[in-house]
């Protein structure tokens, strides 16, 4: 049980047994061996810091502060989605007489082989192991995933060769590939290639800016549990770990360097640009992927600060993030499931029939906007510290990084309440009856959403006590000051005292109508969704130009790519027609170019 080669190894032997065992009998062994995992995950916590050797290789595995508590949430995450796709996949025989569950075992075997690497090669070869599982649980989708999932390989497995590169550049450079050696200085071109190299793995991993847009996609095709699993949540912990791995720990990064501004700048657009994408969205699904987006924005301008508050408000947000973006993905997931829809257009209203997803879900949605004293304001708080302090150090556009920070988390609180809005409230648009999600299905999000109160509420008490300050580097000072407990008081009262002036309204007389426009009855085709909330935005000049670029692909890394080869490749085929005088032509022609050249030369 402490021990991780045999943890990671029978992790990896029950993956390929579940893939052998009876259909019926594969979800209750993959919920065993994740139970497994997670009281494995206790012992390595404990242990910490503790380092392991293999084959008279020393330090092959490492545990510490950052990996300890990053791998206890990695089997958190693990059982609880297990758990949830007991209820969600029932029935779902495209999916489940696949090898799901298999997949999802494998991935959490890799996830803590990469967590617990200490030496880049061995890491490397757990994380390009993820991009395979990743791709194979996107394309259970069935037909539609087909594309997503081989766009998701080719960010992932790009980002992966761009790694490789890097590596080779840290081995000329400091001659070994272990993450506990001496920091390298980012003082030469070389040292700063290589740190972007193996960022940009790390943004393509997280989700970050310009290497995103395998999320979105996959989010429409690929079953929600997955999404929930990777992009929401593991995928998170995993890239941004990589990246403070990388920045403080591979690297020495430097409050006001290059490599500071460069995660700086990373960081601001990739709030900004994708809530901004995630406001004119009309599937919910594809609007909460944007949002796993916009958040590493926040992950990657902690980490940029390089101060001891801003790193540690990253990686509590990476934290945070992966609690409650699970969470919403769970809780959309139960929507789904029972309205058989995603398209806002035609949700509504359902609140009163499903109030256990209704509360989980507005949980998330005010953690994930920043709103007191749930979790999610405590890591922006702390972010927004990072950013002060880093203009007490002499930086000329910290406001710059503050105010994208700010914007983009009444961006995104401007986008939930759309969302709420044009799902839960207002009329109803699925007309059937509905009910509450399961208990396999409502037990994972009740635990997520009491995981968001409790981070917020007790948040020096618990996470950062235990899980991030150690692993930022200890004690820290802090700015401002904030006392969640008095505040949840407060909000507490205030919210008491609405509820009496509510109830002491004649409330039992009140009179019911059905919605009206000028004295007319709404139809149900004519109930608004509020989806088009924000609509106004893509008709003004700029806003318009820019996101009808983003619909016809420009900001696409992918589909730029494609389009460049394809366009190479079309004109290659042109001059390459197999006409013999064509091919004459052009032998002539690099003749002349040849003999050019040689009259230069001998001139």
């Not at 990996?67 to 007991?86: D, E, N, T």
């Not at 090898?99 to 090669?121: C, E, F, P, Q």
Request: charged share 10%; glycine share 10%; aromatic share 12%.
């Amino acid at each position: 049980m402490n021990n991780p080669f045999f943890i990671i190894g029978s992790i990896f032997a029950a993956s390929v047994i579940c893939a052998f065992l009876p259909k019926k009998v594969r979800p209750a062994f993959a919920l065993l061996t994740s139970a497994f995992l997670l009281m494995a995950s206790f012992e390595l916590y404990r242990l910490s810091p503790a380092l392991w050797s293999l084959f008279g290789y020393s330090s092959i595995l490492r545990v510490d502060t950052l990996s300890s508590f990053v791998i206890l949430f990695i089997a958190v995450f693990g059982i609880l989605i297990v758990l949830y796709s007991m209820g969600f996949l029932k029935g779902n025989e495209e999916v489940t007489n696949g090898h799901y569950y298999s997949y999802i075992l494998a991935t959490l075997a890799g996830s803590i082989g990469a967590v617990l690497a200490n030496n880049l090669l061995i890491f490397i070869s757990f994380w390009g192991f993820l991009g395979i599982t990743l791709y194979l649980l996107i394309s259970l989708g069935g037909e539609a995933a087909r594309t997503p999932a081989k766009k998701t390989f080719i960010i992932v497995g790009g980002s992966d060769a761009l790694m490789v590169l890097g590596l080779a550049m840290i081995w000329r450079m400091s001659g070994h590939m272990m993450m506990d050696g001496r920091p390298i200085p980012l003082e030469n071109n070389m040292a700063i290639y290589a740190f972007v190299c193996l960022a940009l793995g790390a943004f393509a991993k997280a989700g970050a800016l310009p290497l995103h847009t395998w999320i979105p996609d996959s989010s429409e095709a690929a079953p929600l549990p997955v999404m929930a699993f990777l992009p929401a949540s593991l995928d998170k912990l995993i890239g941004i770990y990589f990246l403070a791995r990388l920045s403080f720990g591979i690297f020495s990064v430097r409050p006001n360097t290059f490599a500071s501004i460069f995660l700086l700048t990373i960081g601001s657009v990739t709030i900004i640009a994708a809530v901004m994408m995630a406001l004119i969205q009309h599937n919910m699904k594809r609007l909460l992927s944007y949002h796993a987006v916009s958040q590493v924005g926040y992950m990657v301008l902690g980490i940029g600060t390089a101060n001891p508050v801003g790193i540690a408000g990253g990686l509590f947000h990476m934290l945070n993030h992966a609690i409650y973006k699970c969470l919403l993905f769970l809780t959309a997931g139960a929507v789904e499931k029972k309205t058989q829809t995603t398209d806002l257009d035609r949700l509504g209203g359902i609140a009163g029939a499903m109030p256990v997803t209704f509360v989980c879900f507005l949980v998330g949605s005010l953690a994930i906007s920043g709103i007191p004293p749930l979790n999610g304001f405590v890591s922006k708080w702390m972010v927004y510290q990072g950013l002060i302090d880093l203009g007490r150090t002499g930086s000329k556009l910290w406001v710059i990084w503050l105010v994208s920070a700010m914007f983009g988390s009444a961006l995104t609180l401007a986008s939930f309440m759309k969302l709420l809005h044009a799902v839960f409230l207002g009329q109803r648009g699925v007309k059937k009856e509905l009910e509450e999600a399961a208990p396999s299905m409502s037990a994972p999000s009740v635990i997520l959403a009491a995981l968001c109160i409790a981070f917020g509420v007790f948040a020096f008490e618990l996470p950062l006590k235990y899980f991030i300050v150690p692993a930022a580097g200890g004690a820290m000072s802090y700015i401002g000051l904030w006392q969640p407990g008095l505040a949840t008081i407060l909000i507490i009262a205030g919210l008491g005292i609405g509820a009496l002036i509510y109830l002491a309204g004649n409330v039992k007389n009140a009179r019911v109508s059905e919605p009206f426009v000028g004295g007319e009855s709404l139809s149900a085709e004519e109930r608004p969704t509020g989806t088009e909330f924000y609509n106004t935005v893509t008709e003004l000049p700029l806003f318009g130009n820019i996101y009808k670029a983003a619909k016809n692909g420009l900001f696409d890394i992918y589909e730029v790519g494609r389009r460049m080869t394809f366009g190479l490749s079309g004109i290659l085929q042109y001059l390459h027609n197999g006409v013999l005088p064509t091919y004459l032509v052009w032998c002539l022609i690099g003749m002349l170019i040849l003999f050019v050249i040689f009259v230069r030369i001998i001139g």
